[in-house]
C-alpha cells in the first residue's frame, strides 16, 4: 500500500516541486555545493487542487480529512487567488490611466508647450520667456540668449535659485537694446553653487504642429524647433 507520504511525493514531483530535504545542498568531490535546478517555490492554483485530490484519495478511510478544515482551505486559497487576479486587473488599469491616448496627444495641436530644449521662438508680441530646472538650490543662475549662428546676445542674471523651476523673460533686445528679429534663438543655462556646477536644463515655449501615432509605442508630439516630444514630457500648456 502506498503511503500518504510517498504519494505526496510523487505529487509534488509530477508538479515539479521537491521537497526541502532533496533541494538541500550537496557536496560534490571538488567540495563545491549544489543545489537543485528547475524547481518551483511557489504553487498555483492548479497545483493547489493537484494536492488537495491527492489528499482525498490517499487519506486514512480511519481518520479521514475534517470536511471543515477542507472547506476552510479551498475558501482561504479563492480569497488568495481572487486578489492575485484583483492585482493584476488594477495594475493594467493604473498602466492604462499613465499613458497617454491618442486623442489626449492630438488635444496638444495647435496649442504652445513648455518643454525640455535650447530652441526658442519669440511671441507675437516680440520677446520670450522660458524656464531652468535646478537639480539643486543654487547661489548663481545665469540664462544666455544666442542668434541661430551662435552669436551671443544677451545675458540674464538670475542671481541665486532655491531646487526646482525658475522662470525667465527676455524683451528680444540686445545688450545695447537693439531688436534682434524673429529668432529661432538658442538658450542655455549655467548655474553653480559656490565652485560646484549645479545640473540644470532649460524649458522653452514652442508650438506643437503635430502628432506622430505609431503602429506600436505611445504618440510623440511634432514641436516646432525641438521635434520629437513625449508628452509626458510637457510641463506645461496654453
Known amino acids: 500500500m502506498v503511503t500518504t507520504s510517498s504519494a505526496f511525493d510523487n505529487t509534488l514531483s509530477q508538479l515539479g516541486i521537491t521537497r526541502a530535504k532533496s533541494t538541500a545542498a550537496t557536496s560534490t568531490a571538488s567540495g563545491a555545493s549544489t543545489t537543485a535546478k528547475g524547481t518551483k517555490t511557489t504553487l498555483d492554483q492548479s497545483d493547489f487542487l493537484t494536492l488537495?485530490?491527492?489528499?482525498?484519495?490517499?487519506?486514512?478511510?480511519?481518520?479521514?480529512?475534517?470536511n471543515t478544515q477542507m472547506v476552510a482551505q479551498m475558501a482561504q486559497f479563492s480569497s488568495v487567488a481572487g486578489i492575485s487576479e484583483m492585482n493584476k486587473t488594477l495594475s493594467g488599469v493604473a498602466t492604462k490611466l499613465g499613458s497617454t491616448t491618442a486623442s489626449d496627444a492630438m488635444s496638444y495641436v495647435g496649442k504652445t508647450v513648455l518643454?525640455?530644449?535650447?530652441?526658442?521662438?519669440?511671441?507675437?508680441?516680440?520677446?520670450?520667456?522660458?524656464?531652468?530646472e535646478l537639480d539643486d538650490a543654487a547661489t548663481s543662475v545665469t540664462v544666455s540668449i544666442s542668434d541661430a549662428q551662435g552669436g551671443s546676445l544677451r545675458s540674464l542674471?538670475?542671481?541665486?535659485?532655491?531646487?526646482?523651476?525658475t522662470t525667465f523673460e527676455w524683451d528680444g533686445k540686445d545688450g545695447s537694446g537693439n531688436s534682434v528679429g524673429a529668432g529661432p534663438f538658442t538658450v542655455t543655462a549655467y548655474a553653480t553653487s559656490g565652485d560646484k556646477t549645479v545640473t540644470s536644463r532649460t524649458l522653452v515655449w514652442a508650438p506643437v504642429e503635430s502628432v506622430s501615432l505609431p503602429s506600436s509605442g505611445a504618440p510623440k508630439l511634432k514641436v516646432v524647433g525641438i521635434g520629437d516630444v513625449d508628452p509626458s514630457d510637457v510641463r506645461s500648456a496654453t
Open 52 to 66: 488537495l485530490t491527492t489528499q482525498l484519495k490517499n487519506q486514512d478511510p480511519f481518520a479521514p480529512m475534517d
Open 157 to 165: 542674471q538670475l542671481g541665486a535659485q532655491a531646487k526646482g523651476t
Open 115 to 132: 518643454t525640455e530644449g535650447s530652441t526658442a521662438y519669440p511671441r507675437s508680441a516680440g520677446g520670450l520667456d522660458g524656464a531652468v
